[in-house]
């Protein structure tokens, strides 16, 4: 099949921030519609233009090509606020989305008790580390069918009694002493906010579906990754939806045949926030230079990223969950100048055998070593545009990673700007970028 007809799919593969939003909008020029399906602004991509750099945290990093319809899906739950100001933000770099976007009407709001409530848990014992911008109880509000969809804003006459259920509860679990605005604060600062978001709702699954019919060519943005993955992530250490394929179906609408190809991004080392099991982590200073010369802060929060050598057995899993057809390894530049380059090929067990398998459980990841495999370094990658090009020793090693992972690569970025990767040969990306 030529990927002039395919519909993409691009999926993180390992705990976020492994540099999707780049890939997307390498990719976005060659598709008709741009569609994120999960998550909420707890997710940031980072385009670089021209050496400029953009953040987008909740608008699919397609937003920086005239020709790409933006798709926001039901899976994802939108501060509308932030959106407005995202919205702003980039018409000011000159990116109107007028015409050009649309809005699930059956994708949930985050409203200010959700995090009111997502700070009041993260200020307690048991936090998990999260980015407390209330994505998680609004996933709870919505399992819980207490939730507010975009489509009640086009009813504000019913609008309190929707939102009451939710608010009611947040404030009996909070206590008396809760700091939230009153109910009526809560509509009619959500409508004023909405107002001008009003034109932008419609029914999403509807227009992909009639988009997919008539041939256009879908690319379905996944925000954050596998390993944050509600159901097959390092649980309770993870997002609150699914971040894995199964989300990108439930947070359109489409069908599973509707998808041809499957994109997986992965860092050419490891790195995740907030707490949680990461076996790859490194105290030490190459931990730290990671850090510093891959720029580790979180896009949505400025949090420092932990930093660790690549981790085969959680980047496997993942492609397994997800089915990938090819990987796209980023920031292999930033492993230049190491004198070794370190790839995770198993975890030491405390009896001292050794395992790839995932721990289902928290407590038992504590007391797995990782398994480290050491590979000579090179001198730079950086900016490299042909996978000829790249020096003997960074070959060794990425090809002991497709080794360990069983996934072939397909991209290679070697530096932030757009300019800054290559295509390899042969692979389902070729016709596109090569």
Same mark, same amino acid.
């Given at each position: 099949?030529?990927l002039v007809?395919?519909?993409?799919?691009i !999926?993180?593969?390992?705990?976020?921030?492994e540099?999707?939003?780049?890939?997307?909008d390498l990719?976005s020029?060659?598709f008709?519609?741009v569609?994120?399906f *999960?998550g909420?602004n707890?997710?940031?991509?980072t385009?670089?233009?021209d050496g400029q750099? @953009?953040?987008l945290? *909740?608008v699919?990093?397609g937003?920086?090509?005239?020709g790409? $319809?933006l798709?926001?899906g039901?899976?994802v739950?939108?501060?509308?606020e932030? $959106?407005? *100001?995202?919205?702003?933000r980039?018409?000011?770099?000159?990116?109107?989305?007028?015409?050009?976007l +649309? !809005? &699930?009407?059956?994708a949930?709001? @985050?409203l200010?008790?959700?995090? /009111?409530?997502d700070?009041?848990r993260?200020?307690?014992?048991?936090?998990?580390?999260t980015?407390?911008?209330g994505?998680?109880?609004?996933?709870e509000?919505?399992?819980?069918r207490m939730?507010?969809?975009?489509?009640? #804003?086009?009813h504000?006459?019913?609008l309190?009694d929707r939102?009451?259920p939710?608010?009611?509860?947040?404030?009996l679990?909070?206590?008396?002493?809760?700091e939230?605005? &009153?109910?009526e604060? %809560?509509?009619e600062d959500?409508l004023?906010? /909405?107002?001008?978001l009003?034109?932008?709702i419609?029914?999403?699954?509807s227009?992909?579906v009639?988009?997919?019919?008539?041939?256009?060519?879908?690319l379905f943005?996944? /925000?954050?990754a596998? #390993?944050?993955?509600?159901d097959?992530?390092?649980?309770p250490f993870v997002?609150?939806?699914?971040c894995s394929?199964?989300?990108?179906f439930t947070g359109?609408?489409?069908?599973p045949?509707?998808l041809?190809k499957i994109?997986?991004?992965?860092k050419a080392y490891t790195t995740?926030?907030g707490s949680g099991?990461?076996?790859?982590?490194m105290?030490?200073a190459?931990?730290e230079?990671?850090?510093q %010369?891959g720029?580790? $802060?979180?896009?949505?929060t400025?949090?420092?990223?932990?930093?660790?050598?690549f981790?085969?057995p959680?980047?496997?899993?993942?492609?397994?969950?997800?089915?990938?057809?090819?990987l796209a390894? +980023?920031?292999?530049?930033?492993?230049?100048?190491?004198?070794e380059v370190?790839?995770?090929?198993?975890y030491?067990t405390?009896?001292?055998?050794i395992?790839t398998?995932?721990?289902?459980?928290?407590a038992?990841w504590k007391?797995?070593?990782p398994e480290?495999?050491?590979?000579?370094g090179?001198?730079s990658?950086?900016?490299i545009t042909k996978?000829?090009?790249l020096? /003997?020793e960074?070959?060794?090693?990425?090809?002991a990673l497709?080794?360990?992972v069983e996934?072939p690569?397909a991209y290679l970025?070697?530096?932030?700007d757009?300019?800054?990767?290559?295509v390899?040969?042969?692979?389902f990306l070729e016709?596109?970028?090569?």
């Amino acid at each position: 099949m030529s990927l002039v007809r395919t519909n993409l799919a691009i !999926l993180g593969l390992q705990w976020g921030d492994e540099g999707k939003g780049k890939v997307v909008d390498l990719l976005s020029p060659h598709f008709h519609q741009v569609v994120r399906f *999960q998550g909420g602004n707890n997710a940031g991509h980072t385009v670089v233009v021209d050496g400029q750099s @953009i953040a987008l945290h *909740q608008v699919p990093s397609g937003a920086l090509h005239p020709g790409c $319809f933006l798709v926001v899906g039901n899976g994802v739950v939108l501060n509308l606020e932030v $959106f407005q *100001q995202e919205l702003d933000r980039l018409r000011t770099r000159g990116f109107d989305l007028a015409g050009r976007l +649309m !809005l &699930s009407d059956r994708a949930h709001l @985050i409203l200010p008790h959700h995090i /009111a409530l997502d700070l009041w848990r993260e200020g307690g014992a048991n936090k998990i580390g999260t980015t407390g911008r209330g994505i998680g109880p609004a996933y709870e509000m919505k399992a819980g069918r207490m939730g507010v969809r975009l489509g009640d #804003l086009l009813h504000p006459e019913t609008l309190a009694d929707r939102i009451r259920p939710g608010y009611e509860e947040v404030r009996l679990r909070l206590g008396a002493g809760a700091e939230l605005p &009153s109910l009526e604060t %809560v509509v009619e600062d959500l409508l004023r906010i /909405a107002d001008p978001l009003l034109p932008f709702i419609g029914d999403s699954q509807s227009h992909l579906v009639a988009a997919w019919e008539r041939g256009d060519r879908i690319l379905f943005e996944g /925000a954050q990754a596998t #390993l944050l993955d509600i159901d097959h992530g390092t649980y309770p250490f993870v997002t609150s939806s699914n971040c894995s394929l199964g989300g990108l179906f439930t947070g359109t609408g489409l069908p599973p045949k509707a998808l041809d190809k499957i994109l997986g991004i992965a860092k050419a080392y490891t790195t995740r926030v907030g707490s949680g099991p990461f076996p790859a982590e490194m105290h030490d200073a190459t931990g730290e230079r990671l850090r510093q %010369v891959g720029r580790e $802060f979180g896009t949505t929060t400025g949090r420092p990223r932990r930093c660790g050598w690549f981790d085969a057995p959680i980047t496997a899993h993942a492609c397994r969950t997800n089915g990938v057809d090819g990987l796209a390894i +980023m920031k292999l530049d930033v492993l230049d100048g190491l004198d070794e380059v370190g790839l995770i090929v198993g975890y030491r067990t405390g009896e001292g055998t050794i395992t790839t398998e995932l721990p289902s459980c928290a407590a038992d990841w504590k007391g797995l070593q990782p398994e480290v495999k050491y590979f000579k370094g090179w001198a730079s990658t950086r900016g490299i545009t042909k996978h000829g090009e790249l020096p /003997a020793e960074a070959h060794a090693y990425l090809e002991a990673l497709v080794e360990s992972v069983e996934v072939p690569i397909a991209y290679l970025s070697t530096g932030p700007d757009r300019q800054e990767g290559c295509v390899y040969p042969g692979t389902f990306l070729e016709p596109l970028l090569g």
